[in-house]
């Protein structure tokens, strides 16, 4: 057991899908995974493994935010021996050339944090995707038919839900970023640390330009293209 996984060596997979929402963990384990055990319910942060088309699967929710996030996924790493996460989250798009309910593979995070400047010394560091499964996801895209409703490119991890008055998130948008949400920055800083294989595939919940917005439930329950898609990216 780790410190906030209740789960023995063995009851994890070496392929997660992360949700940042613990009840869309457990959605993706009773619609997706088949004899799906639950391995971890410490804090709420519901965690199971089962089997997608003879792949084993876990999935682990992680919380809001990079701190909460790093804390599950270093685990996950560290006392797991993970070798591949797929954070399957929401965010919120800040380009006019993305809608509602679309798919955005990350390709890099930019990132209000500080996590990694007190890393490095006070200088940057550019959290990035695995080339070789931003690649695979495409392909997948490309295979289900989702390509007409999926983007690439940079995305913004923030640490703030509430956004920015000062026209922040308008200015990223200016350098081609396509949405903002609060993991991927540290998803793809602790897949560095560890050597490990990470992706964050999101889908747009809500439109920071054009005031759009899905409610909560069905963010929970009905963002099931990006789920297929980070299933059958996660088994290539």
Known sequence: ????????????????????DPLRAKYVAEN???????????RGMYGFTGTYKGHKISVQGSGMGIPSFMIY???????????????????????????????????????????????????????????KLLY???????????????????????????????????????????GVEMEAAGLYTAAAAYKAEALAILTVSDHIVTGEATSSEEREKTFTDMMKLALETAIS
């Open 1 to 20: 057991m780790s410190t906030h996984i209740n789960a023995a060596k063995g009851d994890i997979a070496e392929v997660v899908l992360m949700p940042g």
């Open 32 to 42: 997706f995974l088949e004899n799906a055990v639950c391995y971890n319910e410490v």
């Open 73 to 131: 996924v270093t685990e996950l790493f560290k006392e797991y021996d993970v070798k591949r996460v797929l954070r399957i989250g929401t965010c919120g798009a800040i380009n006019k050339d993305v809608n509602i309910r679309d798919i955005i593979l990350g390709v890099s995070a930019n990132t209000t944090s500080n996590i990694n400047r007190t890393r490095f010394m006070g200088y940057d560091f550019c959290p990035t995707a695995d080339f």
């Open 136 to 178: 695979t996801a495409y392909q997948k895209a490309e295979e289900l038919g989702f390509l007409d409703h999926t983007h690439v490119g940079p995305i913004l991890s923030t640490d703030e839900f509430y956004g920015h008055d000062d026209g922040l998130e308008a200015r990223y948008a200016e350098y081609g970023v396509l």
